[in-house]
């Protein structure tokens, strides 16, 4: 991955001239574990990701976190007085992961899994939140999240505007969701996610509004 372009301007009113401004980092302290967990991670995902396609994900995680060059990123869009641009031009955070929630127009929501950013840094993460959702049910599956921005970006708490929907006949269902800081306003555009999962819902499609913190443990710096 060396180049990425997102157009907001259908979505959100953006201010990009605050993106030639320097964000003070912002997140969670987090530890660094030992050498030992690097090694066995880094060979468990090259070997996964000779046989599946979930492993091939994970080893694009784990390239970007070791290649520390930097991704350019382009945006699109126009100010307004709600929204922020998001943290960084050229620094991005990407998760691999599992998700799942379970709702009754009140729900909480869960996940873990890999994160790699080309700061560089590689680690694991843990999300835990709630929110409203206009259904009731459980769901569960895989998530792949793009922030733009370093893991201090990644990490910390959030809030997100989420739909999802149920696949005819599949069985599964898909979603996506747009992330924002939590600070604000003006609240600062972060990212985005997207999902495949299954579950059990009232409702084949439904949209929710959730805040989460995301807490990150670096393997490599």
Same mark, same amino acid.
């Given at each position: 991955?060396?180049?990425?372009?997102?157009?907001?301007?259908?979505?959100?009113?953006?201010?990009?001239?605050?993106?030639?401004?320097?964000?003070?980092?912002?997140?969670?302290?987090?530890?660094?574990?030992?050498?030992?967990?690097?090694?066995?991670?880094?060979?468990?995902?090259?070997?996964?990701?000779?046989?599946?396609?979930?492993?091939?994900?994970?080893?694009?995680?784990?390239?970007?976190?070791?290649?520390?060059?930097? =991704?350019?990123?382009?945006?699109?869009?126009?100010?307004?007085?709600?929204?922020?641009?998001?943290?960084?031009?050229?620094? =991005?955070?990407?998760?691999?992961?599992?998700?799942?929630?379970?709702?009754?127009?009140?729900?909480?929501?869960?996940?873990?899994?890999?994160?790699?950013?080309?700061?560089?840094?590689?680690?694991?993460?843990?999300?835990?939140?709630?929110?409203?959702?206009?259904?009731?049910? =459980?769901?569960?599956?895989?998530?792949?999240?793009?922030?733009?921005?370093?893991?201090?970006?990644?990490?910390?708490?959030?809030?997100?505007?989420?739909?999802?929907?149920?696949?005819?006949? =599949?069985?599964?269902?898909?979603?996506?969701?747009?992330?924002?800081?939590?600070?604000?306003?003006?609240?600062?555009?972060?990212?985005?996610?997207?999902?495949?999962?299954?579950?059990?819902?009232?409702?084949?499609?439904?949209?929710?509004?959730?805040?989460?913190?995301?807490?990150?443990?670096?393997?490599?710096?």
């Amino acid at each position: 991955m060396d180049r990425l372009r997102v157009d907001y301007s259908r979505i959100v009113r953006l201010d990009v001239s605050r993106l030639k401004r320097q964000l003070p980092s912002k997140g969670p302290p987090r530890s660094a574990l030992g050498t030992i967990e690097r090694p066995l991670i880094t060979t468990a995902i090259g070997a996964a990701a000779r046989v599946s396609s979930t492993g091939k994900l994970l080893k694009e995680v784990v390239d970007i976190a070791e290649a520390g060059r930097g =991704i350019l990123v382009s945006f699109t869009g126009r100010s307004g007085p709600m929204l922020a641009a998001p943290p960084s031009t050229s620094v =991005i955070t990407v998760g691999v992961g599992a998700s799942s929630s379970a709702f009754m127009v009140v729900g909480v929501s869960f996940g873990y899994g890999l994160y790699g950013s080309n700061s560089p840094e590689l680690g694991a993460y843990t999300s835990a939140g709630g929110g409203i959702w206009t259904n009731a049910g =459980i769901s569960g599956g895989f998530q792949l999240t793009y922030v733009f921005g370093p893991p201090s970006a990644f990490g910390g708490l959030s809030w997100s505007v989420g739909v999802s929907c149920d696949m005819p006949g =599949i069985g599964a269902g898909i979603s996506g969701a747009l992330l924002f800081g939590a600070s604000g306003p003006p609240y600062q555009f972060l990212g985005y996610c997207v999902g495949v999962g299954a579950g059990i819902s009232v409702l084949p499609a439904d949209i929710s509004f959730q805040v989460s913190n995301t807490d990150l443990v670096p393997l490599v710096r």
